[in-house]
Each structure stands twice: as C-alpha cells, then as structure tokens.
C-alpha cells in the first residue's frame, strides 16, 4: 500500500518540478549568439518568465512533455540554460530562436506557421469551411429537390400495371363502401 | 427491380482524398526519426564554449580553431552502449589524424566514471565535463553519442547522431584536414 502511494505520489508530481536554484556556473556558460538586448529583468520574475518559456519547449527526449513539465536531465538542464539566459537579459524571442535555429522547429511545442506545420494551423479552419459549405449544399440540394411523389403523381409517366391494379382495388373498395368504413 | 441507394460519387472521392491525407500525413511522421530531425546545426558557424578536461586544463574552442587545427566534438558517455562501440575507432582516427583536434563530451555522467572506463579502454584525446550540460543544448544535443565536425573556418560541416566508424569517420577527416582557415 506503501508503495503504491508512493508511486501515485511521484505519478502526480512528475508535473510539478521545483525548481532549484541556477548556479552561478551555469548563468556564467549559458551562451547564445549576439549580446543580450537590455537590462535582466528584476530577480523575483526570472523564475516565472523562464518557466514560461519552457513551457513552450518540447522535452528532446520525452514524449509530448515541455521542458517545464518534465523531470528528465536533458529537460532539467534545458530549463536552468533558460533560466540562466533570462537572468542575462535574453528576452523570450531570442531564447526560442536561440533552441530553433539549434535543434530545428521542432523543439517548440507552437511551430511557426510555415511549411508542413502550416497545416496544424490551416487544417482546422480548412476543415470547418469544407464542412460548412458541404452543409450549406446539402441543404440547397434539399430544398430544391421536390418531396417525394410517385412519378404518375407529377404527372409525367403513365401508371404501371402495378399501380393500375391498386388504384382499381381502392376504386372498387370505395364503391362497395361510400361510407369510407364509418 | 431495386436500384439500391444513390451513392453520391463526388462525396465519397472528396472524403477518400482528405482521409488519404491525414493518414499519409500520419504515416510520414510516425517514420520520421528524431535523430534524422536534429541536424540543424550543420552549415553553422561554431558556438563558442571553455570548459575544462579531466586533467583540470581549462580549453576554449575559440583558441583551438584559432591555433588553426579543425575540431572534432564527440559528445558521449559511459551508459551509452554506442559510445561504447564507436570509442575504439574515434582513439584510432585521433592518431592517424593528428592535424585534427578531438575532443570528447561527457553527457550527463559521472566523471568518475568517465575516467576509470577511459584508463581500461584508452584515451588518445582529451574529455571535457560539461556538467550543466551547457554545452550539449549550445550544439543542440538531444542524446549521445552525437559528433559535430568543425573545419579550419570555424564551420560544423556534419553531424552526426548515433555511433560511427572508421568507414564513416574517415572521408568527414579528410574534409577537414583539408579545409582552409
């Protein structure tokens, strides 16, 4: 029983990292090209802003965890190299051109719409409009379709023996009954 | 005699095609291969980094370009079975190439480790710690081994993810031995 809550708890928490604190080794080596653009913001936001970029990277070595989210080594080094890089002044665009232009496009969980991941942001739209217009000609193709009669009905085609047969049933039942049957 | 129902042709080849696509855009990316995505860095200059060998001696890859040598970054560990495998040919191609400059990467390992395996298994070249794994994310490393060949401009002419040989380190060594500062 021990064991198994102990699991649920670890289960639970996978999402919940704390964080410890960036040695100052990992601010000093935390590189990326071209100089920092401004000031590093105040202390007490570098946590929450760095968190929110790592939120927004995908865990190289996880399956569908964000860098924030996961407890993996490669993720936890990934989230201190950001934290570290916020702490220097990079802001959040650098930092994410910063993991593109070195693991590629696909290390950010919202790809630029270009290319083939045009279509994540394309593909939902595309598929509504279609929907909608397919909608919109079934209707139209309803209304202008007339209800359902028989074609001796519209008038164009003559009545086939079959038909023959039960219009002269129901005439010669109406006869033997005028009263309809009341 | 029946008809049967009206198929609506359009429809049907309009719904085969968008599902057509889906599937083979499905298909597509369940065959593609993580370490086939991450060769971004491949045409780019260099990323500067200092760091220091297991012997204490502080390197700067800045200064080893500029002492005019290519480089080669071999990014490894002792958990890694590849590693493993590749580690006697990357020592042979260290010493039929001695215009070239090696060096290995520990990736999230213990040092320790690190040098009790290369005292038993040889090490023609240095190893450097990079234990806040700076390194590795500044070249885009997702797992090891991966090795990145540096020529005389300072350029990553290849990457390589997964372990290599002498058949496929030898042409990369000779592409950089020949490169021009």
């Not at chain 2, 359009?10 to 990316?29: D, E, F, H, T, Y």
Request: aromatic letters at 8%; proline letters at 8%; one cysteine or more.
């Amino acid at each position: 029983m021990t064991a198994f809550l102990l699991i649920l708890a670890t289960a639970l928490g996978a999402g919940t990292r704390e964080y410890v604190p960036v040695d100052a080794e990992t601010i000093a080596r935390a590189e990326i090209p071209g100089v920092p653009p401004g000031p590093p913001p105040p202390a007490d936001q570098v946590d929450a802003i760095a968190h929110e970029i790592s939120d927004k990277l995908r865990c190289p070595v996880c399956q569908g965890l964000s860098v924030a989210d996961s407890n993996a080594s490669t993720a936890v080094n990934m989230a201190n190299h950001v934290r570290a890089l916020v702490a220097k002044g990079y802001t959040e665009d650098d930092i994410r051109e910063f993991f593109i232009t070195t693991y590629g496009q696909w290390i950010v969980l919202d790809p630029e719409p270009e290319g083939l991941d045009l279509l994540i942001w394309l593909g939902p739209g595309l598929a509504a409009g279609l929907g909608l217009a397919w909608a919109v000609a079934t209707v139209a193709q309803w209304r202008r379709e007339p209800d359902d009669e028989l074609p001796s009905e519209r008038g164009d085609a003559p009545l086939d023996p079959y038909e023959q047969q039960l219009l002269a049933q129901l005439d010669a039942e109406i006869e033997s009954d005028p009263s309809g049957g009341t | 005699m029946s008809s049967g129902p009206k198929v609506r042709w359009p429809l049907l080849i309009g719904g085969l095609v968008v599902i057509g696509g889906m599937m083979a855009l499905l298909g597509g990316s369940f065959g593609r291969q993580v370490k086939e995505l991450s060769t971004e860095m491949e045409g780019k200059p260099y990323r500067q980094f200092t760091s220091v060998d297991f012997d204490g001696n502080e390197v700067s890859l800045e200064q080893v370009l500029a002492s005019g040598k290519p480089v080669v970054l071999n990014f490894w560990s002792t958990w890694c079975g590849p590693c493993k495998f590749e580690h006697d040919h990357f020592q042979q191609a260290a010493r039929m190439y001695p215009e070239v400059a090696f060096y290995g990467v520990l990736y999230q390992d213990d040092v320790r480790k690190a040098k009790r395996y290369l005292a038993s298994k040889g090490a023609a070249y240095p190893t450097l710690t990079d234990d806040s794994g700076s390194i590795a994310i500044t070249y885009g490393v997702g797992g090891v081994p991966e090795t990145f060949f540096i020529d005389r401009s300072g350029t990553i002419i290849h990457k390589e993810n997964g372990p290599m040989h002498m058949g496929m380190l030898q042409p990369l060594l000779n592409q950089l031995k020949a490169s021009q500062p």
